[in-house]
């Protein structure tokens, strides 16, 4: 067993998961017509996501939004941009405190439409005919990076900050996680994905989760290029990598650089209970920190998501999503998301009560039930 340490480590761990989840609090049940713009500049197509105050966070009336005008756009035009409204946030998550609030009530259908209709979005986002460039300015987390790194191009700035918290508040990493992360470079993947580790700036595309790098003073250049380009098949990409050569925020070394051996040391571990034994021999200040930033997470989340990896590296997008769709109704019928968000988002700041309490009580049989199909009419169709 791994108790949690009474620490200033691992209370500094706590505020920083708070601020993490934070970001998921900003989504509202009630939304207003243009939550999200479509505009036409040319023969390209630019989505605006329209949130600012709740920094873009991705909602069902959005992605309902979205969808139709996508599947019309990729007859109609050469190329689509997608941005966010404001400095803050391309998109900061989705509408989890929404569904959790549903979820309280008895109410499970909120979570499994918006997951579905998410879902359906990202897969057409990862099919799509036509290049789609996602300019991620500032924070994109969850579902902004959903909406963004299936696409042809991801362009990040130097005030782009990445992560995948869902672990914090009794989730798993969606959005196609389980497809794009065990892809990344050795286990980073995996560490990002359990300890919702954020990434800033020209990190993101270090870590390969971006194709390109703009300084933030340069994006309305750059839309201005793209949106002038000809033949954006072949020609949008030399755009691109002129605007990230002639940027002074795409130097430096990778953030994660010195750890990186590390990484791929300790989560190669075949289960999460060896991760933290891994960790616990380590025992530099890096591991020490780490491991107690882990200790707060849902076990069950921790668990679900290693799985989800190991799964996920051998499947294809549609399968990822079909598999998380799976793990999504669970989840909203379970106790550790609805908990995570409630002690996190709804009642501000309470260290949630997970249950099992323990990596060692997560069974096997509690994760096949979470990874068990749905009845073939509920399955998600892609």
């Not at 250049?221 to 755009?239: G, R, Y």
């Not at 309470?350 to 979470?370: C, G, M």
Request: aromatic residues 8%; proline residues 4%; contains cysteine.
């Amino acid at each position: 067993m791994f108790a949690c340490r009474t620490s200033v480590s691992s209370k500094a761990s706590h505020v920083r998961i708070r601020q993490m989840a934070i970001c998921f609090s900003r989504a509202m049940s009630s939304e207003p017509a243009d939550d999200v713009l479509f505009q036409s500049a040319q023969d390209k197509g630019i989505i605006v996501l329209n949130r600012p105050k709740a920094l873009n966070a991705l909602n069902l009336s959005m992605c309902e939004k979205i969808f139709p005008v996508m599947k019309k756009w990729e007859k109609e035009k050469s190329m689509v941009i997608i941005k966010g409204a404001g400095e803050k946030a391309f998109c900061a998550g989705g509408d989890v405190r929404a569904i959790a609030a549903a979820a309280l009530k008895g109410d499970t259908c909120v979570g499994k439409n918006f997951f579905r209709c998410e879902y359906t979005l990202n897969n057409l986002i990862g099919t799509y005919q036509i290049p789609y460039v996602a300019l991620i300015h500032g924070i994109t987390m969850g579902g902004g990076v959903g909406l963004s790194v299936h696409g042809t191009y991801q362009v990040a700035t130097e005030t782009t900050l990445f992560a995948m918290p869902e672990t914090a508040i009794g989730l798993f990493p969606d959005v196609g996680g389980s497809f794009f992360l065990p892809r990344l470079g050795g286990k980073l993947g995996l560490f990002l994905a359990l300890s919702g580790h954020r990434l800033k700036g020209n990190d993101v595309v270090k870590a390969g989760i971006a194709s390109h790098f703009c300084d933030s003073s340069k994006l309305p250049e750059l839309e201005k290029a793209l949106i002038c380009c000809t033949d954006p098949q072949n020609n949008a990409v030399k755009i691109l990598d002129e605007f990230s050569k002639k940027s002074s925020g795409n130097k430096g070394d990778f953030s994660l650089a010195p750890y990186l051996k590390q990484i791929d040391q300790c989560f190669s571990a075949s289960c999460v209970e060896e991760i933290f034994q891994k960790l616990e021999k380590d025992g530099s200040e890096w591991a020490v920190k780490l491991l107690d930033s882990l200790k707060q997470m849902s076990p069950t989340s921790m668990k679900i998501s290693h799985r989800e990896l190991q799964e996920g590296a051998c499947m294809n997008l549609q399968e990822c999503l079909i598999m998380e769709y799976r793990l999504g109704c669970h989840a909203c019928e379970g106790h550790d998301f609805i908990e995570g968000v409630k002690a996190l988002l709804i009642d501000k700041g309470r260290k949630p009560e997970w249950k099992p309490s323990t990596l060692e009580e997560v069974t096997p049989d509690i994760l096949d039930k979470a990874f068990a199909s749905l009845p073939p009419s509920e399955e998600l169709q892609l």
